[in-house]
C-alpha cells in the first residue's frame, strides 16, 4: 500500500489566492455585465511589460539557440558565471558585502527557494514565523512534518509566531527565547514594512548568540526608496555567519512570467548535525541544487544579466517609480476614506486596517460587492493579519486612480 505525506492533510483547507480566485469568479458569475468593471488589486502580480532591454537581451539569445555553434542546451544548474559575477558585484560587493560568485545560486523563484531550504535543513528545528507572513513559509513547514496540527485560529503547534503589529511597526522584535530557523522578510509581505539597519544588527546578534540561522526574503528590495535602509541583509556585520538570503527578478524587473531569482548561501555560514559537529551550509545546497534542479533558461539569464547595464537599470527603476507612484496614490486615497494605511513606501504593497468590527473577509467582500476591486484579506497572512487587508500597486496608472477614487467613496 502506497503512504502519502500525512502532514499535507495538516494544511488549512484552500490556499490564500485560490479561495480569493473562487470568491472573485462568483462575483463575475452573477455580474457579467460590462458596467462592472472589476480591478484587481490583490495578487502581487506585475503588470508592465519587460524592459526594453530585457526584450533585446532575450531575443539576442533566442537567436543564439538557432545556430548550432551558439546553441546552448543544458546549463550550471547553480546558473551561468557571468550572471552570478554580475549578480554578486552589483547587489553585494558595491554595497560592501563580501558575497563570492559561487555563493550565489541561480532559481527559477524566490518561492520555491523558500520551500525548497528546507531539504538542507533536519527536523527538531525550533522555527520562527512573522505574524502576519507570507504564507508559504508556513505551508511549506507544514508540508515538512516541522510543525504540529493547527488550532481553531490556523496556529500550528511547534512553530514560533512572531506578532507583528503598529507598536513595533510591523517589524518583530527577536523573542526572550530559543529558535534554530527565522524567516524574515523586508521590504515585508504583506505589511509593505522595512526592516532598519538597527532592526536587523538586534537580528543578527540574536543568531550568532543562538547559533541560529536567518532566511531573509528579500524580493522587494528594488522598491526601498529611503537611502538609509538596507538592502540586504549582510550590509550588518556578522551576517555572513548566520544568514541565507533570497532576492528575485520577478518585481524588479518584471520576471513574474520569465521566472528568474537566486540564493545566496554564504561559505562561513554553518550550522550543527546531529551529533552536534558545525558543517557548512553551502556544499549542502549545492548538492541539493545539482541533484533536484537543471538551471533556469539560457534565454532568461540573458535577460535577467541585462538588468545589470546602465540601460537596464534605468528602465527598470522608471518601472518600479511607476509602481511606487501607484502606491502614494493609493495611499492618499485609503487614508481620506478614514480608513489606517500603513507600507506602501518602501514597499508595492499598503496594509489597510478595516474599521473596527469588520473582519478580513468581510472587508474583502464588501471592496469587492461595492467598489468592484479585488484585495487581499489580511487573515490569509496569520491571526494577526485579522482585520486588515492588502492592497498591491502593480497596476496600471489609470487603474491605481481609479481604486482609489472607488474606496474613498465607499461607505462602512
Known sequence: ????????????????????ARRVRVFCEA????????????????????????????????????VRETFHGYGPEQGY???????????????????????????????????????????????????????VYVDTNVMAGHTGAANEAGAYARLVYLPCRPA?????????????????????????????REQLAAWVSYAREHKAVILFDAAYEAYITDPALPHS?????????????????????????????????????????????????????????TTKFNGVSYISQRGAEVLYSPEGQAQARAV???????????????TKAGLKT??????????VRAPKGVGSWQAFDKILNEANVVVTPGSGFGARGEGYFRLSAFNTRANAEETARRLRELRW
Not at 500500500?1 to 480569493?20: Q, S
Open 320 to 334: 518600479i517609480a511607476r509602481y511606487m507612484s501607484n502606491a502614494k496614490i493609493l495611499r492618499e486615497g485609503v
Open 342 to 351: 500603513f507600507g506602501g513606501v518602501n514597499a508595492p504593497y499598503l496594509w
Open 31 to 66: 455580474h457579467p455585465e460590462p458596467a462592472q468593471r472589476l480591478i484587481r488589486c490583490g495578487i502581487g502580480d506585475v503588470t508592465e511589460p519587460l524592459p526594453p532591454a530585457v526584450i533585446a537581451a532575450m531575443h539576442r539569445a533566442v537567436d543564439e539557440m538557432a
Open 81 to 135: 558565471a557571468w550572471l552570478r559575477a554580475a549578480i554578486s558585484q552589483n547587489d553585494f560587493r558595491a554595497r560592501g558585502c563580501d558575497v563570492a560568485d559561487d555563493e550565489i545560486f541561480v532559481s527559477d523563484g524566490t518561492k520555491c527557494d523558500t520551500g525548497n531550504i528546507l531539504d538542507i535543513f533536519g527536523p527538531g528545528n525550533k522555527i520562527a514565523i512573522s505574524d502576519p507572513v507570507y504564507p
Open 233 to 289: 541583509i549582510y550590509e550588518v556585520p556578522g551576517a555572513l555567519e548566520c544568514a541565507i538570503e533570497f532576492r528575485s527578478f520577478s518585481k524588479g524587473g518584471g520576471f513574474t512570467g520569465v521566472r528568474c531569482a537566486f540564493t545566496v548561501v554564504p561559505k562561513t555560514l554553518q550550522a550543527q548535525t546531529r551529533s552536534g559537529e558545525f558543517h557548512p551550509l553551502h556544499p549542502l545546497w549545492l548538492r541539493r541544487t
Open 168 to 196: 513595533n511597526g510591523f517589524v518583530p522584535a527577536p523573542p526572550g527565547r530559543h529558535v534554530d530557523l527565522v524567516y524574515l522578510c523586508s521590504p515585508n509581505n504583506p505589511t509593505g514594512a522595512a526592516a532598519t
Open 1 to 20: 500500500m502506497a503512504r502519502l505525506n500525512d502532514h499535507f492533510l495538516k494544511l488549512k483547507a484552500g490556499y490564500l489566492f485560490p479561495e480569493i
